[in-house]
């Protein structure tokens, strides 16, 4: 279900406070050599919001670009294979613009359009998104 709720600047610093107190990871667009990264903030001050586009799409929050899937075990004439789980940790995503965020939604139907994707859905299940809406075209 989404919901539409508006902050005030002073209270985003209460928010990420009671955030970071809360074990929670935040991950925002930050400037980095005039490139825009998604990555961890600590402070709204650290989050960019005068860009147009990232350099690095937020997707990588739900499918990273390398993990690990499984691991295996190689014995005479056996191979023994071990899936693996992740270490998730609740995750907010501050300051995606709405065009990146309904990017979420298109690679949910791809991950799970015929059966659900372990990884691809226990992040999404951990991922919180806080939009910010575009200032420009």
């Not at 960019?48 to 586009?53: E, V």
């Not at 993990?67 to 907010?92: A, F, I, N, W």
């Not at 791809?110 to 075209?137: E, H, P, Y």
Request: charged letters at 20%; one cysteine or more; a neutral charge.
């Amino acid at each position: 279900m989404t919901s539409t709720f508006k902050l005030s600047a002073s209270a985003l610093e209460t928010l990420f406070a009671a955030l970071s107190t809360g074990g929670w990871r935040i991950l925002g667009p930050t400037e980095n050599d005039g490139r825009v990264e998604v990555r961890e903030v600590k402070n709204p001050s650290q989050v960019a919001s005068q860009y147009l586009q990232s350099t690095l799409s937020a997707k990588a929050v739900a499918f990273p670009k390398v993990e690990r899937l499984l691991s295996y075990k190689m014995t005479p004439g056996q191979v023994e294979l071990q899936d693996h789980d992740p270490e998730l940790q609740p995750t907010v995503l501050f300051g995606a613009r709405p065009c990146e965020a309904a990017g979420f939604g298109v690679l949910d139907k791809v991950f799970n359009w015929d059966s659900r994707d372990k990884l691809f859905s226990a992040r999404m299940r951990q991922l919180t998104v806080i939009g910010l809406s575009c200032t420009q075209a």
